[in-house]
C-alpha cells in the first residue's frame, strides 16, 4: 500500500492563494447545509399546511418527528465512514461528491407534487439523501481546511469555518420564518442555487493537498457502526411518543430494544476495530490526549447545547410571543428574529477564540468558554417565563460567547494532535460524536421537558378550563391528552386549544366570547407557562451537568499538542509507515505527535 500526495507539489498548508479558496468555499458548504438543518425548525407548520397534513394528528406525529430529524440522523451514522473514505480516495473528490448530491436532492425536494402522507414520505426520503450529501461535505471539509493552512493558522480557519456552521443554523430559522408563508417550497429551492455554484466552483478550484493512503474499506466496521448508531438514535427518536399511557416512549419494548440493542451492536463495532487490519474507526488515536479529550469535550458540549435551541423556541413561540401580542401565525419568524443575540455572539467569539487558540493554545479559551455557557444554563432558571426582553439577550449572548470560545479552540486543537493521513477519519469521529449527541441531547430535553409537563400540565389544564366555562367531562378527556402534543403546538407555533376541544363538542356549548378567549394568544400560553418552566429548569440542570464534566474534559487536555511540522517527503514516509504497519499505530503516532 502506497501513500500519495496529490495537488500542485507544495506541501499542506504552503499556498497563500489557495488556502483562503479552501476556506471560502468550504464555509460556503457548510453554511448551505446548516441552514437547511435549521430551515425546517421555523417553516414546518407551513411545509404541512402546504401538504394538507396535520402533524399533531397521532398518526402524523412520526412523519413530522422524521422530516425534522432524519436528517442529522442520516449524517451523524455517515459521517465517519465517509471521512474514512476521503483518506482513502482524496478528500476534494469526496467533498465535490457531497455538493453534487446535496444539490441534486435540493432540487428534488423543492419540485415536491404529492400531499397528504405520500408528499410527507417523499420529503422524508429526499431529506436522507440530503443527509447523505451532508456528510460527505462535513466529513472532508474540516480535512480540507487543516491541510490548506499552516498549524498556526488553523485556529482561524477553523473559527471562521464553524462560526459559519453555527450562524447558518440560526439564519435558517429567519429565512424559513420568511420563506415557508410565501411558498413552502421556497425553503428547499434556496439551497439549489448555492450548490450548483459551490459545485462548480468546488470542482475548478479546490485540490487535494493531503496525505492520501490506499486501503481496503471496513465493510464489517462500517455495517456494525450504521446498524448500531441508527438502532440508538431511531430509538430515542420515537422514544419522543407516548405509548401506553405513558407521556414518552420509554416503556415502548421496540424502543428500549433499539436502545439497549444498538449500544450491544456498537459495543461489538468497538471490539472489531481492534481487530481488523485496517479499521475505520481508528481507536489508536484516543492514545493521543488532546484527540481524546477534545472529543470528550465536544460531545458533552453538545450534548448540553443540542436541546438548548429547541427549549428557546418553544419558550418564545409558545409562552412569551403570545403574551406580547404577536399571533400564532407570526411566532415562528419573531422567534428567529428575538434569538439573533444567539448568532452574534458566536459571530463575535468565534473567529477571534481561533485566532488566540492559534497563539495561545486551546485548554484555556475552551474551558472558560464552556464555564460560561454552563453558567448561562443556570442563570436562564432565573428568568421569569414572562421576562424582559433585555436579559434574555443578554443571557443567550453570554452562551454563545462561551460556546464561540470553546468550540473554535476545540477542533483547531483535536485536528492539530492528527497525522496527516488520519485527518478526514479523525475529522469524521470528532463530527460523529458531536452530531449523535445533538441528536441524543434533542431527545433528553424533549423527554425531560414532557416529564415535566406530565406532572404539572393536566391539573392546570383541566383547572383552567373549567374556569373558562368548559364543561368538567369535556375538560377531563382533554387534561388527560399526552402532553406532547401540546409541547409539539408550542415549538411548531400552533394554538391547540381549539384542536383539543374540537372533537368533545365543547366548543358548541360557549358564547363567542368565551370560544374566543381560549383559542386567543394569551390563554394556552399563560395555561402552559408553569408546567413548561418545571420540565425547562430540569432541562438546564441537566445541560449545566453535562457541561462542567465537559469543563473537567477540556482542563484535562494537556498542553498544546499538535503533530510535528515535517517536509513533504517525511510526510509521505510517515504515511506509507502507518498504512504498512497498522497494527503500530498508536506507537507510531505518539512518535509523531510534540508538545509545543
Same mark, same amino acid.
Given at each position: 500500500?502506497?501513500?500519495?500526495?496529490?495537488?500542485?507539489?507544495?506541501?499542506?498548508?504552503?499556498?497563500?492563494?489557495?488556502? *483562503?479558496?479552501?476556506?471560502?468555499?468550504?464555509?460556503?458548504?457548510?453554511?448551505?447545509?446548516?441552514?437547511?438543518?435549521?430551515?425546517?425548525?421555523?417553516?414546518?407548520?407551513?411545509?404541512?399546511?402546504?401538504?394538507?397534513?396535520?402533524?399533531?394528528?397521532?398518526?402524523? !406525529?412520526?412523519?413530522?418527528?422524521? @422530516?425534522?430529524?432524519?436528517?442529522?440522523?442520516?449524517?451523524?451514522?455517515?459521517?465517519?465512514?465517509?471521512?474514512?473514505?476521503?483518506?482513502?480516495?482524496?478528500?476534494?473528490? #469526496?467533498?465535490?461528491?457531497?455538493?453534487?448530491?446535496?444539490?441534486?436532492?435540493?432540487?428534488?425536494?423543492?419540485?415536491? %407534487?404529492?400531499?397528504?402522507?405520500?408528499?410527507?414520505?417523499?420529503?422524508?426520503? #429526499?431529506? @436522507?439523501?440530503?443527509?447523505?450529501? =451532508?456528510?460527505?461535505?462535513?466529513?472532508?471539509? !474540516?480535512?480540507?481546511?487543516?491541510?490548506?493552512?499552516?498549524?498556526?493558522?488553523?485556529?482561524?480557519?477553523?473559527?471562521?469555518?464553524?462560526?459559519?456552521?453555527?450562524?447558518?443554523?440560526?439564519?435558517?430559522?429567519?429565512?424559513? =420564518?420568511?420563506?415557508?408563508?410565501?411558498? %413552502?417550497?421556497?425553503?428547499?429551492?434556496?439551497?439549489?442555487?448555492?450548490?450548483?455554484?459551490?459545485?462548480?466552483?468546488?470542482?475548478?478550484?479546490?485540490?487535494?493537498?493531503?496525505?492520501?493512503?490506499?486501503?481496503?474499506?471496513?465493510?464489517?466496521?462500517?455495517?456494525?457502526?450504521?446498524?448500531?448508531?441508527?438502532?440508538?438514535?431511531?430509538?430515542?427518536?420515537?422514544?419522543?411518543?407516548? /405509548?401506553?399511557?405513558?407521556?414518552?416512549?420509554?416503556?415502548?419494548?421496540?424502543?428500549?430494544?433499539?436502545?439497549? $440493542?444498538?449500544?450491544?451492536?456498537?459495543?461489538?463495532?468497538? /471490539?472489531?476495530?481492534?481487530?481488523?487490519?485496517?479499521?475505520?474507526?481508528?481507536?489508536?488515536?484516543?492514545?493521543?490526549?488532546?484527540?481524546?479529550?477534545?472529543?470528550?469535550?465536544?460531545?458533552? +458540549?453538545?450534548?448540553?447545547?443540542? +436541546?438548548?435551541?429547541?427549549?428557546?423556541?418553544?419558550?418564545?413561540?409558545?409562552?412569551?410571543?403570545?403574551?406580547?401580542?404577536?399571533?400564532?401565525?407570526?411566532?415562528?419568524? *419573531?422567534?428567529?428574529?428575538?434569538?439573533?443575540?444567539?448568532?452574534?455572539?458566536?459571530?463575535?467569539?468565534?473567529?477571534?477564540? +481561533?485566532?488566540?487558540?492559534?497563539?495561545?493554545?486551546?485548554?484555556?479559551?475552551?474551558?472558560?468558554?464552556?464555564?460560561?455557557?454552563?453558567?448561562?444554563?443556570?442563570?436562564?432558571?432565573?428568568?421569569?417565563?414572562?421576562?424582559? /426582553?433585555?436579559?434574555?439577550?443578554?443571557?443567550?449572548?453570554?452562551?454563545?460567547? $462561551?460556546?464561540?470560545?470553546?468550540?473554535?479552540?476545540?477542533?483547531?486543537?483535536?485536528?492539530?494532535?492528527?497525522?496527516?493521513?488520519?485527518?478526514?477519519?479523525?475529522?469524521?469521529?470528532?463530527?460523529?460524536?458531536?452530531?449523535?449527541?445533538?441528536?441524543?441531547?434533542?431527545?433528553?430535553?424533549?423527554?425531560?421537558?414532557?416529564?415535566?409537563?406530565?406532572?404539572?400540565?393536566?391539573?392546570?389544564?383541566?383547572?383552567?378550563?373549567?374556569?373558562?366555562?368548559?364543561?368538567?367531562?369535556?375538560?377531563?378527556?382533554?387534561?388527560?391528552?399526552?402532553?406532547?402534543?401540546?409541547?409539539?403546538?408550542?415549538?411548531?407555533?400552533?394554538?391547540?386549544?381549539?384542536?383539543?376541544?374540537?372533537?368533545?363538542?365543547?366548543?358548541?356549548?360557549?358564547?363567542?366570547?368565551?370560544?374566543?378567549?381560549? !383559542?386567543?394568544?394569551?390563554?394556552?400560553?399563560?395555561?402552559?407557562?408553569?408546567?413548561?418552566?418545571?420540565?425547562?429548569?430540569?432541562?438546564?440542570?441537566?445541560?449545566?451537568?453535562? !457541561?462542567?464534566?465537559?469543563?473537567?474534559?477540556?482542563?484535562?487536555?494537556?498542553?498544546?499538542?499538535?503533530?510535528?511540522?515535517?517536509?513533504?517527503?517525511?510526510?509521505?514516509?510517515?504515511?506509507?509507515?502507518?498504512?504498512?504497519?497498522?497494527?503500530?499505530?498508536?506507537?507510531?503516532?505518539?512518535?509523531?505527535?510534540?508538545?509545543?
Amino acid at each position: 500500500m502506497a501513500a500519495t500526495m496529490t495537488g500542485a507539489g507544495k506541501a499542506p498548508g504552503r499556498d497563500t492563494h489557495y488556502k *483562503w479558496i479552501a476556506l471560502s468555499n468550504t464555509t460556503l458548504g457548510v453554511l448551505m447545509v446548516t441552514i437547511n438543518q435549521s430551515i425546517l425548525l421555523i417553516s414546518l407548520p407551513d411545509i404541512f399546511d402546504g401538504l394538507k397534513l396535520n402533524p399533531l394528528t397521532p398518526g402524523n !406525529t412520526s412523519y413530522f418527528l422524521w @422530516v425534522f430529524m432524519g436528517f442529522m440522523l442520516v449524517t451523524a451514522v455517515l459521517v465517519v465512514s465517509l471521512g474514512r473514505v476521503g483518506d482513502m480516495y482524496g478528500r476534494v473528490k #469526496m467533498y465535490n461528491l457531497g455538493f453534487a448530491v446535496f444539490t441534486v436532492f435540493s432540487v428534488l425536494l423543492s419540485a415536491t %407534487w404529492m400531499s397528504g402522507q405520500a408528499g410527507a414520505l417523499w420529503i422524508i426520503v #429526499m431529506r @436522507v439523501g440530503q443527509g447523505v450529501g =451532508g456528510a460527505f461535505l462535513f466529513a472532508n471539509s !474540516t480535512a480540507i481546511l487543516t491541510d490548506a493552512f499552516p498549524i498556526d493558522e488553523r485556529g482561524k480557519a477553523l473559527g471562521i469555518n464553524g462560526i459559519a456552521a453555527v450562524s447558518g443554523s440560526f439564519l435558517g430559522l429567519i429565512l424559513g =420564518g420568511v420563506l415557508g408563508p410565501l411558498q %413552502w417550497h421556497l425553503v428547499f429551492l434556496v439551497s439549489v442555487p448555492f450548490g450548483l455554484f459551490g459545485t462548480v466552483w468546488a470542482y475548478l478550484k479546490l485540490r487535494d493537498n493531503g496525505i492520501r493512503v490506499k486501503a481496503k474499506i471496513d465493510w464489517v466496521g462500517n455495517a456494525t457502526f450504521a446498524v448500531g448508531l441508527i438502532a440508538l438514535l431511531v430509538g430515542i427518536v420515537y422514544s419522543l411518543l407516548p /405509548y401506553g399511557g405513558h407521556p414518552t416512549g420509554w416503556t415502548n419494548p421496540w424502543v428500549l430494544a433499539a436502545v439497549f $440493542g444498538g449500544l450491544a451492536i456498537l459495543g461489538l463495532f468497538v /471490539y472489531i476495530e481492534t481487530k481488523v487490519p485496517e479499521p475505520m474507526f481508528r481507536l489508536g488515536l484516543f492514545r493521543l490526549r488532546a484527540f481524546t479529550a477534545g472529543n470528550i469535550a465536544g460531545l458533552l +458540549g453538545a450534548l448540553g447545547r443540542g +436541546g438548548l435551541q429547541f427549549m428557546l423556541i418553544i419558550w418564545l413561540q409558545g409562552i412569551w410571543l403570545p403574551q406580547h401580542g404577536y399571533s400564532f401565525a407570526q411566532t415562528p419568524l *419573531w422567534a428567529g428574529i428575538f434569538m439573533v443575540p444567539l448568532t452574534v455572539g458566536f459571530l463575535v467569539m468565534g473567529p477571534l477564540s +481561533g485566532i488566540l487558540s492559534d497563539r495561545l493554545g486551546a485548554r484555556g479559551l475552551s474551558t472558560v468558554g464552556l464555564v460560561l455557557s454552563g453558567a448561562s444554563f443556570l442563570l436562564l432558571e432565573l428568568l421569569p417565563m414572562n421576562f424582559s /426582553y433585555v436579559w434574555f439577550a443578554l443571557l443567550i449572548f453570554l452562551f454563545a460567547i $462561551g460556546m464561540g470560545m470553546f468550540f473554535s479552540p476545540n477542533q483547531a486543537s483535536v485536528m492539530n494532535s492528527l497525522p496527516p493521513d488520519q485527518r478526514g477519519a479523525g475529522a469524521g469521529m470528532l463530527n460523529t460524536f458531536q452530531n449523535s449527541a445533538q441528536v441524543l441531547s434533542m431527545g433528553l430535553f424533549f423527554t425531560i421537558v414532557t416529564l415535566g409537563l406530565a406532572s404539572a400540565l393536566p391539573t392546570h389544564l383541566y383547572a383552567g378550563l373549567t374556569h373558562a366555562g368548559v364543561s368538567p367531562s369535556a375538560a377531563r378527556l382533554v387534561a388527560n391528552e399526552p402532553p406532547i402534543g401540546s409541547l409539539f403546538s408550542a415549538f411548531l407555533g400552533f394554538n391547540p386549544i381549539q384542536q383539543l376541544l374540537a372533537p368533545t363538542g365543547a366548543l358548541a356549548h360557549l358564547s363567542h366570547s368565551q370560544v374566543a378567549y381560549l !383559542t386567543g394568544r394569551s390563554f394556552f400560553p399563560r395555561l402552559i407557562a408553569p408546567p413548561f418552566a418545571r420540565g425547562l429548569h430540569l432541562a438546564f440542570d441537566f445541560a449545566a451537568g453535562a !457541561t462542567a464534566i465537559a469543563v473537567v474534559a477540556s482542563a484535562l487536555r494537556g498542553k498544546r499538542y499538535v503533530h510535528k511540522p515535517a517536509s513533504l517527503g517525511q510526510e509521505l514516509a510517515e504515511g506509507a509507515t502507518e498504512s504498512a504497519v497498522s497494527t503500530g499505530l498508536a506507537e507510531d503516532i505518539e512518535n509523531e505527535v510534540v508538545a509545543r
